[in-house]
């Protein structure tokens, strides 16, 4: 049994159809479907039902899926790694969802460079599940996102619960109320969620926030960004619950306030490849901790 034992199945056993799994890997049909009849008898077990249309793994099958796919993660990110601890030049490819760069992300980023000044850093902005992605891919080594995963090719620690603030315009009722607002004063107004797509996305958390509160809002509009949602806010257009960070962007016509619900939270994830345990990772991490302490941030320290 070899490598592409593996990577061929996994692309039938995903495909679930022999024709779209060889135009995947670029190759014929009939070598295909050789190198998995010899996979087959290598291991002396019957992986795909035969005769049955669509394509159905036995139970074999789907016991070696499960286990393939981690190994090929495993393989893929083996090769980044050593690419990476192979080049003279030390880099860092950090991920990042648009709210976080408004919060502390910046802090983050320049500590990390004065503690490393040999590191080169790039950022690239991305919704958390292009992070995914793009981490599997190789295309970043570590990514600020916010929305959970179980994906098991992907390394991910929690770094705070941020809690969500309500975006009002300042002539709004709402922004002259006294104290704290819930979730409950926001069901009558037009609530504006982001992003549009890819699903799912921030906007899923603030109705996820809502419906845990039993509530549904009355009208809801979805936006392509929080930079579209924000300027509608300020034309009066609607409200929008963001995270606290977004106070950061500090719009003229956006006022900001609180949400007693202590549900309403954003988590903000550090996602990094399963077996990736560079330097650069650590002392990033390192960084989002130093930052932390120095800002009286509570969190829970946790190492790659």
């Known amino acids: 049994m070899e490598l592409r034992h593996l990577r061929y199945f996994v692309a039938v056993a995903e495909e679930r159809n022999f024709t779209r799994a060889a135009e995947r890997l670029h190759i014929a049909q009939p070598p295909l479907s050789r190198q998995i009849q010899q996979l087959e008898e290598d291991l002396g077990v019957t992986l795909i039902e035969k005769g049955v249309r669509p394509l159905r793994l036995t139970e074999a099958g789907a016991f070696f899926l499960a286990h393939a796919k981690p190994l090929l993660d495993q393989v893929r990110d083996l090769r980044t790694m050593t690419q990476r601890v192979g080049k003279l030049e030390r880099t860092l490819s950090v991920g990042f969802v648009a709210s976080t760069l408004y919060g502390l992300l910046p802090d983050i980023i320049r500590r990390y460079r004065d503690n490393h000044p040999e590191v080169e850093v790039t950022l690239h902005e991305m919704t958390t599940v292009e992070q995914l992605k793009a981490l ?53 107004e037009a609530l504006l ?21 039993n509530l549904t809002p009355d009208h809801v509009t979805e936006v392509r960004e929080l930079q579209i949602a924000m300027g509608l806010v300020a034309a009066g257009q609607g409200i929008a619950v963001v995270p606290e960070s977004v106070q950061g962007m500090h719009h003229r016509h956006v006022v900001y306030r609180r949400i007693e619900d202590k549900h309403a939270v954003s988590p903000i994830f550090f996602s990094v ?32």
């Open 136 to 188: 599997k891919e190789g295309r970043i080594d570590v990514g600020f996102g916010r929305l959970k995963s179980e994906d098991t090719s992907i390394r991910r620690i929690l770094l705070r619960e941020e809690p969500m603030v309500v975006a009002l315009f300042p002539g709004h009722r709402l922004a002259e109320k006294e104290g704290n607002l819930r979730l409950t004063d926001l069901i009558h």
């Open 193 to 213: 969620v982001y992003p549009k797509a890819p699903r799912p996305s921030f906007a899923d958390q603030v109705l996820a926030a809502f419906r845990e509160a």
């Open 273 to 304: 490849r399963h077996m990736d345990r560079s330097p650069e990772l650590e002392g990033m991490l390192a960084a989002v901790y130093s930052v932390y302490d120095d800002l009286g941030i509570p969190h829970v320290k946790e190492a790659l």
